[in-house]
């Protein structure tokens, strides 16, 4: 089944203590990005990546990094949460541009 | 002033009615998307525009360049199409999507 899978689904965590959201798809789609979901602000884009080793700052990149050794993974890191960056985050692929969502990944940072 | 803007925010339909979703923007832009957000929080692609409409099922879409305007349209709209519909535009400058804050769409029976 053609899917975006992303772990964990939900997150608690503490200031400061580094974690990494994996993303992977089995679709060989070549472009994939990373989506921030916040109440009032809508759906915003962190990084994308249009093959491997090839990453792009979205609108809100700050605090985040990627990286993209392989096509089917895009992990988001984050080296030190802090609260703000409590939010709903969703990764997606994309081949001719159709977007398919993974199910999100709910993160809070206390 | 937001890039994307969505009209309306919300929206209350009886099962039956034509529904209208619309987006307007201010970017140059290479393609429009429109997304459904289910209430369980997924998210899927309905179409991607650059010219003209498409159309699928009771769902259409049309998109004027001209006057940089999308519109979603729903037809004998049921309460499974209640969801929260968002229009996003890809930059013609960049792959970047840039979003707008969506429209709730409830359906009534």
């Known amino acids: 089944e053609a899917q975006v899978t992303q772990n964990p689904r939900y997150l608690i965590t503490v200031t400061g203590k580094k974690l990494t959201v994996t993303c992977s798809q089995n679709m060989n789609h070549e472009y994939m990005s990373w989506y921030r979901q916040d109440p009032g602000l809508g759906l915003r884009q962190i990084y994308y990546?249009?093959?491997?080793?090839?990453?792009d700052k979205g609108d809100v990149p700050e605090g985040y990094k990627v990286s993209r050794k392989e096509k089917r993974n895009f992990p988001l890191i984050l080296e030190s949460p802090s609260p703000n960056q409590t939010s709903l985050y969703f990764c997606a692929s994309s081949l001719g541009g159709t977007q398919y969502f993974g199910p999100g990944t709910r993160l809070t940072v206390l | 002033k937001n890039e994307v803007e969505q009209s309306p925010q919300n929206l209350t339909a009886q099962e039956g009615e034509f529904i209208t979703i619309n987006c307007s923007y201010s970017v140059g832009i290479s393609a429009l998307h429109w997304l459904q957000q289910h209430p369980g929080g997924g998210i899927v692609s309905l179409f991607m525009l650059s010219s003209g409409k498409k159309k699928h099922g009771r769902l259409i879409a049309t998109i004027n360049i001209q006057e940089k305007h999308s519109s979603l349209h729903i037809t004998a709209s049921h309460p499974r199409d209640s969801a929260v519909y968002i229009c996003a535009v890809r930059r013609d400058v960049a792959q970047k999507l840039v979003f707008g804050q969506g429209t709730r769409l409830t359906i009534n029976p």
């Open positions: 990546s249009m093959n491997v080793e090839v990453t």
